[in-house]
Protein backbone atom coordinates (compact mmCIF):
# COMPACT_ATOMS: atom_id res chain seq x y z
CA UNK A 1 0.00 0.00 0.00
CA UNK A 2 1.93 3.17 -0.82
CA UNK A 3 1.03 6.86 -1.33
CA UNK A 4 1.35 9.52 -4.71
CA UNK A 5 4.26 10.98 -2.23
CA UNK A 6 5.51 11.32 0.85
CA UNK A 7 8.18 13.42 2.35
CA UNK A 8 10.67 11.44 3.88
CA UNK A 9 14.27 12.57 2.63
CA UNK A 10 12.05 13.39 -0.83
CA UNK A 11 11.52 9.62 -1.48
CA UNK A 12 9.00 9.09 -3.56
CA UNK A 13 6.88 5.61 -1.61
CA UNK A 14 5.35 4.35 -4.79
CA UNK A 15 9.13 3.54 -6.04
CA UNK A 16 9.37 1.86 -2.78
CA UNK A 17 9.21 -1.87 -1.87
CA UNK A 18 8.79 -2.59 1.72
CA UNK A 19 8.43 -6.08 3.57
CA UNK A 20 8.66 -7.83 6.84
CA UNK A 21 10.88 -10.54 6.48
CA UNK A 22 9.74 -13.70 7.43
CA UNK A 23 8.72 -17.28 6.38
CA UNK A 24 5.67 -19.27 5.96
CA UNK A 25 5.74 -20.66 8.54
CA UNK A 26 7.03 -18.60 11.75
CA UNK A 27 5.93 -20.46 15.13
CA UNK A 28 6.37 -17.79 18.23
CA UNK A 29 6.37 -20.06 21.16
CA UNK A 30 4.03 -18.38 24.17
CA UNK A 31 6.19 -18.13 27.11
CA UNK A 32 5.48 -19.34 30.62
CA UNK A 33 3.20 -17.03 32.71
CA UNK A 34 5.48 -16.43 34.95
CA UNK A 35 7.62 -13.25 36.42
CA UNK A 36 10.44 -11.79 34.13
CA UNK A 37 10.01 -14.38 31.42
CA UNK A 38 10.08 -12.73 27.85
CA UNK A 39 10.53 -13.86 24.52
CA UNK A 40 11.83 -11.63 22.37
CA UNK A 41 10.44 -11.89 18.68
CA UNK A 42 13.63 -10.42 15.81
CA UNK A 43 11.87 -9.21 12.63
CA UNK A 44 13.93 -8.29 9.96
CA UNK A 45 12.54 -5.55 7.47
CA UNK A 46 13.80 -4.78 4.20
CA UNK A 47 13.33 -1.42 2.12
CA UNK A 48 14.33 -1.79 -1.82
CA UNK A 49 14.09 1.53 -4.13
CA UNK A 50 12.61 0.78 -7.70
CA UNK A 51 13.65 3.72 -8.92
CA UNK A 52 17.59 4.82 -10.54
CA UNK A 53 18.25 7.22 -7.93
CA UNK A 54 20.33 6.89 -5.02
CA UNK A 55 18.43 7.64 -1.60
CA UNK A 56 18.73 7.28 1.54
CA UNK A 57 15.69 6.66 4.01
CA UNK A 58 15.42 7.24 7.87
CA UNK A 59 14.53 4.20 9.26
CA UNK A 60 14.11 5.92 12.44
CA UNK A 61 11.18 7.32 12.34
CA UNK A 62 7.62 6.10 13.58
CA UNK A 63 6.35 2.51 12.75
CA UNK A 64 2.62 1.42 13.23
CA UNK A 65 1.92 -2.21 13.79
CA UNK A 66 -0.98 -3.46 12.71
CA UNK A 67 -2.01 -7.13 13.69
CA UNK A 68 -5.06 -9.21 12.90
CA UNK A 69 -6.72 -11.57 15.34
CA UNK A 70 -7.35 -15.49 14.58
CA UNK A 71 -11.51 -14.72 14.36
CA UNK A 72 -10.81 -11.64 12.19
CA UNK A 73 -10.61 -8.87 14.18
CA UNK A 74 -8.02 -5.59 14.23
CA UNK A 75 -6.68 -5.24 17.73
CA UNK A 76 -6.51 -2.04 18.50
CA UNK A 77 -3.06 -1.05 19.93
CA UNK A 78 -2.19 0.94 22.75
CA UNK A 79 0.74 3.43 23.34
CA UNK A 80 2.24 1.91 27.10
CA UNK A 81 5.35 2.79 28.55
CA UNK A 82 7.07 -0.60 29.74
CA UNK A 83 7.28 -0.93 33.26
CA UNK A 84 10.11 -3.31 32.85
CA UNK A 85 12.23 -0.56 31.35
CA UNK A 86 13.52 2.23 33.18
CA UNK A 87 11.71 5.48 32.16
CA UNK A 88 15.05 7.77 32.08
CA UNK A 89 17.01 8.39 29.20
CA UNK A 90 19.82 5.51 29.03
CA UNK A 91 23.05 6.55 29.77
CA UNK A 92 24.18 7.04 26.62
CA UNK A 93 28.03 6.40 27.99
CA UNK A 94 27.43 3.53 29.99
CA UNK A 95 25.99 2.11 26.57
CA UNK A 96 28.56 2.78 24.44
CA UNK A 97 31.20 1.20 27.40
CA UNK A 98 29.22 -1.86 27.59
CA UNK A 99 28.77 -2.01 23.84
CA UNK A 100 32.91 -1.13 23.38
CA UNK A 101 33.25 -4.24 26.08
CA UNK A 102 31.12 -7.20 24.25
CA UNK A 103 32.60 -5.99 20.92
CA UNK A 104 36.30 -5.91 22.67
CA UNK A 105 34.90 -9.73 24.11
CA UNK A 106 33.76 -11.01 20.70
CA UNK A 107 36.74 -9.74 18.39
CA UNK A 108 39.03 -11.39 21.08
CA UNK A 109 36.71 -15.12 20.32
CA UNK A 110 36.95 -15.01 17.24
CA UNK A 111 40.73 -14.47 16.99
CA UNK A 112 40.81 -17.27 19.26
CA UNK A 113 38.73 -19.61 17.12
CA UNK A 114 39.44 -18.16 13.55
CA UNK A 115 42.94 -16.95 13.45
CA UNK A 116 42.80 -15.85 9.76
CA UNK A 117 40.17 -14.01 10.04
CA UNK A 118 41.33 -10.50 9.95
CA UNK A 119 38.99 -8.65 12.93
CA UNK A 120 39.74 -5.64 14.86
CA UNK A 121 37.50 -3.46 16.95
CA UNK A 122 37.20 -0.62 14.21
CA UNK A 123 35.86 -3.42 11.60
CA UNK A 124 33.09 -4.84 13.91
CA UNK A 125 31.87 -1.25 14.79
CA UNK A 126 32.20 -0.53 11.25
CA UNK A 127 30.10 -3.88 10.17
CA UNK A 128 27.49 -3.00 13.45
CA UNK A 129 27.13 0.44 11.49
CA UNK A 130 26.64 -0.85 8.05
CA UNK A 131 24.30 -3.83 9.45
CA UNK A 132 21.49 -0.73 11.03
CA UNK A 133 21.57 1.46 8.73
CA UNK A 134 19.81 1.65 4.93
CA UNK A 135 20.83 3.38 2.07
CA UNK A 136 18.64 2.43 -0.69
CA UNK A 137 19.53 1.87 -4.21
CA UNK A 138 18.08 0.30 -7.28
CA UNK A 139 20.31 -3.11 -7.28
CA UNK A 140 20.32 -3.76 -3.03
CA UNK A 141 17.45 -4.45 -1.00
CA UNK A 142 17.93 -3.01 2.36
CA UNK A 143 17.39 -4.11 6.02
CA UNK A 144 16.99 -3.20 9.65
CA UNK A 145 16.34 -5.48 12.51
CA UNK A 146 13.08 -4.84 14.65
CA UNK A 147 13.00 -6.00 18.18
CA UNK A 148 9.44 -7.36 19.41
CA UNK A 149 8.81 -9.27 23.02
CA UNK A 150 6.34 -11.48 23.96
CA UNK A 151 5.56 -11.67 27.94
CA UNK A 152 2.50 -12.05 29.95
CA UNK A 153 1.86 -8.61 31.81
CA UNK A 154 -1.64 -9.09 34.24
CA UNK A 155 -2.22 -12.25 32.81
CA UNK A 156 -2.48 -11.35 29.58
CA UNK A 157 -0.42 -12.15 26.83
CA UNK A 158 1.25 -8.82 25.42
CA UNK A 159 3.23 -8.45 22.03
CA UNK A 160 5.31 -5.06 22.19
CA UNK A 161 6.87 -2.82 19.49
CA UNK A 162 9.15 0.08 19.42
CA UNK A 163 7.50 2.94 18.05
CA UNK A 164 10.71 4.18 16.94
CA UNK A 165 14.01 2.51 16.12
CA UNK A 166 15.61 5.80 17.62
CA UNK A 167 17.39 5.61 21.55
CA UNK A 168 15.90 8.52 22.90
CA UNK A 169 12.30 6.78 23.47
CA UNK A 170 13.43 3.49 23.68
CA UNK A 171 11.13 2.55 26.61
CA UNK A 172 7.91 3.43 24.65
CA UNK A 173 6.02 0.49 22.93
CA UNK A 174 3.10 -0.14 20.32
CA UNK A 175 1.28 -2.90 23.01
CA UNK A 176 -1.10 -5.42 21.57
CA UNK A 177 -3.02 -7.73 24.37
CA UNK A 178 -3.29 -11.04 22.55
CA UNK A 179 -6.41 -13.58 23.18
CA UNK A 180 -4.94 -17.11 22.49
CA UNK A 181 -2.85 -19.25 20.47
CA UNK A 182 -3.53 -18.91 16.93
CA UNK A 183 -2.61 -17.36 13.18
CA UNK A 184 -2.37 -13.58 13.68
CA UNK A 185 -1.73 -11.72 10.48
CA UNK A 186 1.03 -8.42 11.21
CA UNK A 187 2.10 -5.62 8.96
CA UNK A 188 3.73 -2.60 9.10
CA UNK A 189 2.53 1.33 8.89
CA UNK A 190 4.78 3.82 8.26
CA UNK A 191 3.48 7.06 9.73
CA UNK A 192 4.87 9.99 7.84
CA UNK A 193 4.51 12.81 10.06
CA UNK A 194 5.93 15.39 7.53
CA UNK A 195 2.94 16.98 6.62
CA UNK A 196 1.39 17.37 10.14
CA UNK A 197 4.85 18.81 11.73
CA UNK A 198 3.59 20.84 14.02
CA UNK A 199 0.98 18.96 15.50
CA UNK A 200 2.22 17.26 19.00
CA UNK A 201 3.75 13.95 18.28
CA UNK A 202 1.51 12.16 20.79
CA UNK A 203 -1.52 13.96 19.38
CA UNK A 204 -0.58 13.05 15.91
CA UNK A 205 0.06 9.19 16.74
CA UNK A 206 -3.28 8.88 18.72
CA UNK A 207 -5.19 9.85 15.73
CA UNK A 208 -3.22 7.41 13.23
CA UNK A 209 -4.75 4.32 16.15
CA UNK A 210 -7.94 6.19 16.38
CA UNK A 211 -8.62 6.72 12.62
CA UNK A 212 -7.92 3.71 10.84
CA UNK A 213 -8.82 6.04 7.22
CA UNK A 214 -6.08 8.36 8.10
CA UNK A 215 -3.28 5.21 7.02
CA UNK A 216 -5.81 4.51 3.92
CA UNK A 217 -2.46 5.45 1.64
CA UNK A 218 0.55 4.82 3.91
CA UNK A 219 3.40 3.15 2.98
CA UNK A 220 3.00 -0.15 4.41
CA UNK A 221 4.33 -3.87 4.32
CA UNK A 222 2.61 -7.08 2.65
CA UNK A 223 0.71 -9.08 5.50
CA UNK A 224 2.39 -11.38 6.99
CA UNK A 225 1.40 -14.55 9.12
CA UNK A 226 2.37 -15.26 13.09
CA UNK A 227 1.71 -18.36 14.22
CA UNK A 228 1.65 -18.50 18.35
CA UNK A 229 1.93 -21.79 19.73
CA UNK A 230 1.57 -23.69 23.54
CA UNK A 231 4.76 -25.75 24.62
CA UNK A 232 3.38 -29.22 24.33
CA UNK A 233 1.93 -30.37 28.21
CA UNK A 234 3.88 -33.52 27.90
CA UNK A 235 7.17 -31.66 27.19
CA UNK A 236 7.43 -28.18 27.65
CA UNK A 237 10.78 -27.54 25.63
CA UNK A 238 9.17 -28.09 22.60
CA UNK A 239 6.53 -26.92 20.38
CA UNK A 240 4.65 -28.56 17.37
CA UNK A 241 3.07 -27.57 14.26
CA UNK A 242 1.38 -29.54 11.60
CA UNK A 243 2.86 -32.55 13.47
CA UNK A 244 6.54 -31.52 13.52
CA UNK A 245 7.94 -31.00 16.67
CA UNK A 246 10.98 -28.68 17.54
CA UNK A 247 12.68 -28.64 21.09
CA UNK A 248 15.56 -27.02 22.35
CA UNK A 249 18.05 -29.77 23.91
CA UNK A 250 20.21 -28.96 26.90
CA UNK A 251 21.67 -32.11 28.01
CA UNK A 252 23.71 -30.85 30.54
CA UNK A 253 21.93 -28.41 32.63
CA UNK A 254 24.99 -27.08 34.85
CA UNK A 255 27.35 -24.88 32.50
CA UNK A 256 30.90 -25.09 34.38
CA UNK A 257 32.96 -21.52 34.51
CA UNK A 258 36.43 -22.57 35.05
CA UNK A 259 38.22 -19.49 36.66
CA UNK A 260 42.34 -19.83 36.29
CA UNK A 261 45.45 -17.26 37.25
CA UNK A 262 47.09 -18.53 34.48
CA UNK A 263 46.99 -16.65 30.63
CA UNK A 264 45.73 -19.62 29.11
CA UNK A 265 41.75 -18.94 27.86
CA UNK A 266 40.00 -21.69 29.71
CA UNK A 267 36.67 -23.26 28.11
CA UNK A 268 34.38 -26.32 28.57
CA UNK A 269 32.26 -27.88 25.08
CA UNK A 270 28.38 -27.49 26.29
CA UNK A 271 25.67 -29.69 24.19
CA UNK A 272 22.92 -26.99 22.96
CA UNK A 273 21.41 -28.59 20.34
CA UNK A 274 17.87 -28.59 18.75
CA UNK A 275 15.62 -31.53 18.12
CA UNK A 276 13.26 -32.15 15.46
CA UNK A 277 10.88 -34.94 14.80
CA UNK A 278 8.74 -35.39 11.68
CA UNK A 279 5.58 -36.75 12.63
CA UNK A 280 3.97 -36.51 9.20
CA UNK A 281 3.05 -39.03 6.85
CA UNK A 282 5.82 -38.31 4.11
CA UNK A 283 9.53 -37.49 4.79
CA UNK A 284 10.82 -34.37 5.39
CA UNK A 285 14.56 -32.76 5.14
CA UNK A 286 15.97 -30.39 7.52
CA UNK A 287 18.67 -28.34 7.22
CA UNK A 288 21.50 -27.47 10.29
CA UNK A 289 23.68 -25.55 8.03
CA UNK A 290 23.74 -22.03 10.21
CA UNK A 291 20.21 -22.35 10.26
CA UNK A 292 20.48 -22.00 14.70
CA UNK A 293 20.42 -18.91 15.81
CA UNK A 294 20.96 -18.72 19.60
CA UNK A 295 19.20 -16.78 21.60
CA UNK A 296 19.40 -16.10 25.76
CA UNK A 297 17.74 -13.94 28.69
CA UNK A 298 19.43 -12.52 31.82
CA UNK A 299 17.88 -14.40 35.08
CA UNK A 300 15.92 -11.52 35.52
CA UNK A 301 14.69 -11.54 31.93
CA UNK A 302 16.73 -9.56 30.29
CA UNK A 303 17.59 -10.28 26.43
CA UNK A 304 21.38 -11.10 25.65
CA UNK A 305 23.66 -9.60 23.07
CA UNK A 306 25.15 -12.06 20.70
CA UNK A 307 27.20 -10.96 17.46
CA UNK A 308 28.13 -13.26 14.50
CA UNK A 309 31.40 -13.11 12.60
CA UNK A 310 31.94 -15.48 9.23
CA UNK A 311 35.50 -16.29 7.26
CA UNK A 312 32.95 -17.93 4.69
CA UNK A 313 35.35 -21.68 4.66
CA UNK A 314 32.57 -23.39 2.73
CA UNK A 315 28.89 -23.02 1.27
CA UNK A 316 26.23 -25.52 2.16
CA UNK A 317 26.73 -29.39 0.63
CA UNK A 318 24.26 -31.97 0.22
CA UNK A 319 25.31 -33.36 3.36
CA UNK A 320 23.97 -30.75 5.90
CA UNK A 321 20.04 -31.85 4.39
CA UNK A 322 19.34 -34.43 7.30
CA UNK A 323 16.22 -36.81 6.22
CA UNK A 324 13.70 -37.71 8.76
CA UNK A 325 11.23 -40.45 8.09
CA UNK A 326 7.85 -40.84 9.48
CA UNK A 327 7.93 -41.01 13.08
CA UNK A 328 11.90 -39.94 13.15
CA UNK A 329 14.04 -37.52 14.26
CA UNK A 330 17.04 -35.70 13.66
CA UNK A 331 19.33 -33.57 16.23
CA UNK A 332 21.60 -30.77 15.65
CA UNK A 333 24.60 -29.88 17.97
CA UNK A 334 26.20 -26.84 16.43
CA UNK A 335 30.03 -26.60 18.27
CA UNK A 336 29.31 -25.23 21.16
CA UNK A 337 31.91 -23.44 24.01
CA UNK A 338 31.95 -21.58 26.99
CA UNK A 339 34.78 -19.96 27.38
CA UNK A 340 36.93 -17.94 30.07
CA UNK A 341 38.58 -14.88 28.76
CA UNK A 342 41.55 -13.62 31.32
CA UNK A 343 40.44 -9.78 32.10
CA UNK A 344 36.70 -10.43 31.20
CA UNK A 345 34.90 -13.11 32.16
CA UNK A 346 32.66 -15.82 30.45
CA UNK A 347 31.11 -15.96 27.10
CA UNK A 348 29.29 -18.40 24.85
CA UNK A 349 30.98 -19.29 21.18
CA UNK A 350 28.60 -21.50 18.89
CA UNK A 351 30.35 -22.27 15.95
CA UNK A 352 28.97 -23.84 12.23
CA UNK A 353 30.47 -25.51 9.64
CA UNK A 354 30.47 -22.37 7.23
CA UNK A 355 33.29 -20.98 9.47
CA UNK A 356 30.95 -18.47 11.03
CA UNK A 357 30.52 -18.29 14.95
CA UNK A 358 28.14 -16.28 17.23
CA UNK A 359 29.62 -15.03 20.48
CA UNK A 360 27.70 -13.80 23.71
CA UNK A 361 28.44 -10.85 25.72
CA UNK A 362 29.94 -11.67 29.03
CA UNK A 363 28.14 -14.17 31.31
CA UNK A 364 27.96 -14.52 34.98
CA UNK A 365 27.45 -17.07 36.83
CA UNK A 366 23.52 -17.71 37.63
CA UNK A 367 19.90 -19.16 35.92
CA UNK A 368 19.80 -18.34 32.49
CA UNK A 369 17.02 -18.92 30.00
CA UNK A 370 18.23 -20.42 26.44
CA UNK A 371 16.66 -21.40 23.13
CA UNK A 372 17.46 -21.80 19.15
CA UNK A 373 15.47 -20.72 16.82
CA UNK A 374 15.43 -22.56 13.35
CA UNK A 375 15.32 -20.74 10.59
CA UNK A 376 15.27 -22.13 7.13
CA UNK A 377 14.17 -19.56 4.34
CA UNK A 378 13.67 -20.67 0.70
CA UNK A 379 15.76 -18.41 -1.77
CA UNK A 380 14.15 -17.18 -4.69
CA UNK A 381 16.83 -19.26 -6.60
CA UNK A 382 16.72 -22.18 -4.84
CA UNK A 383 18.66 -24.61 -2.96
CA UNK A 384 22.66 -24.00 -4.24
CA UNK A 385 25.27 -26.44 -2.92
CA UNK A 386 29.26 -26.80 -3.39
CA UNK A 387 30.46 -29.74 -4.71
CA UNK A 388 34.08 -29.88 -5.52
CA UNK A 389 34.92 -26.00 -5.28
CA UNK A 390 31.45 -25.55 -7.33
CA UNK A 391 28.20 -24.51 -7.31
CA UNK A 392 25.26 -26.69 -8.27
CA UNK A 393 21.16 -26.77 -7.58
CA UNK A 394 20.32 -28.80 -5.00
CA UNK A 395 17.21 -31.86 -6.12
CA UNK A 396 15.61 -33.28 -2.71
CA UNK A 397 12.27 -33.35 -2.51
CA UNK A 398 10.29 -32.89 0.60
CA UNK A 399 12.84 -29.89 2.32
CA UNK A 400 11.44 -27.96 5.23
CA UNK A 401 11.12 -24.14 5.33
CA UNK A 402 10.01 -22.21 7.52
CA UNK A 403 11.10 -20.50 11.16
CA UNK A 404 10.14 -21.57 14.71
CA UNK A 405 11.32 -20.10 17.93
CA UNK A 406 11.31 -22.79 20.38
CA UNK A 407 10.64 -22.32 23.99
CA UNK A 408 12.94 -21.02 26.37
CA UNK A 409 15.16 -23.99 28.81
CA UNK A 410 17.00 -23.09 31.90
CA UNK A 411 20.55 -22.73 31.48
CA UNK A 412 22.42 -23.09 35.02
CA UNK A 413 25.88 -21.34 34.54
CA UNK A 414 27.76 -22.10 38.19
CA UNK A 415 31.39 -20.98 38.88
CA UNK A 416 33.78 -24.50 39.47
CA UNK A 417 35.77 -22.33 42.15
CA UNK A 418 33.41 -22.65 44.70
Known amino acids: MTSDRANNNNIEFDRLHIEIALPEPTVLAIPENKPNANAPVYMRVGIADNSLAMNTFNFYENWLPEIIAPDGEVLQPHLTVDDRVSIA ?24 ILPSVPVTDEWFFK ?28 NLLRLNFPITFSWNRFNQFWSFDLRTQGIYQLRLIFLNNSE ?51 ETIVPDRVAIVRYDKSDVEKYNYVELGMKITNGTPNPLYFNGFTTLIPEMLEPDGQIIEWGRASNWIRGPSAEDFLLAQPGESVTFFPITVLFWLKGYGSCFSIAYGDGSIWGSEMLKPGKYQFRFSYQKILHPRGEIIYRRGKSEQLSLEGIWYGRVDSPFVELNIVDSAQ
Open 196 to 246: NEHEPESELMESQVMQPENRANQLATPLVNLHLVEPLKSNRNAVELDGIQF
Open 127 to 154: YWKRYHSLSLSQTKFNTGILEAQLFWHN
Open 89 to 112: APDVTVWRLRLEQFLSIFVRLIQL
